[in-house]
């Protein structure tokens, strides 16, 4: 089984910027796709993207330009580079893994994945 452990996450001053990483137990990760979510208090879940096995990224619905997702399969690590912070981006952030298959489509990158981390908590002030 895929263990994730998310990390990078912290308290930061609006319009700072904040590089979350997911490292996984295991090197077959590689041929997995990374979804990143986050969870504010008192709101539902919401996503912030995902990527393939092959670098393709997809962005969550109401995400801009301010959150890219990036992978280095050498570490067994994804990321997520999150620039301009404001404080609604106060939230725990979570990363999940799931096997990655040639014929998946957007929202297949987007939903029902496997393994989850246990988050990792961004506090952004004003």
Not at 70 to 84: C, E, F, G, P, V
Not at 90 to 104: G, I, L, N, P, W
């Amino acid at each position: 089984q895929v263990q994730l452990v998310e990390s990078g996450g912290g308290l930061v001053q609006a319009g700072g910027s904040l590089r979350l990483s997911c490292t996984a137990s295991e090197r077959s990760v590689r041929v997995y796709a990374v979804r990143w979510l986050r969870q504010a208090p008192e709101k539902e879940g919401a996503l912030v993207g995902a990527i393939s096995r092959s670098d393709n990224t997809y962005d969550g619905h109401s995400m801009n330009g301010r959150f890219t997702i990036s992978r280095d399969n050498a570490k067994n690590t994804a990321y997520l580079q999150i620039n301009s912070l404001k404080p609604e981006d106060t939230a725990v952030y979570y990363c999940a893994a799931k096997q990655d298959y040639a014929f998946f489509g957007r929202s297949d990158y987007l939903r029902n994945y496997d393994y989850w981390g246990q988050g990792t908590q961004v506090t952004v002030s004003s």
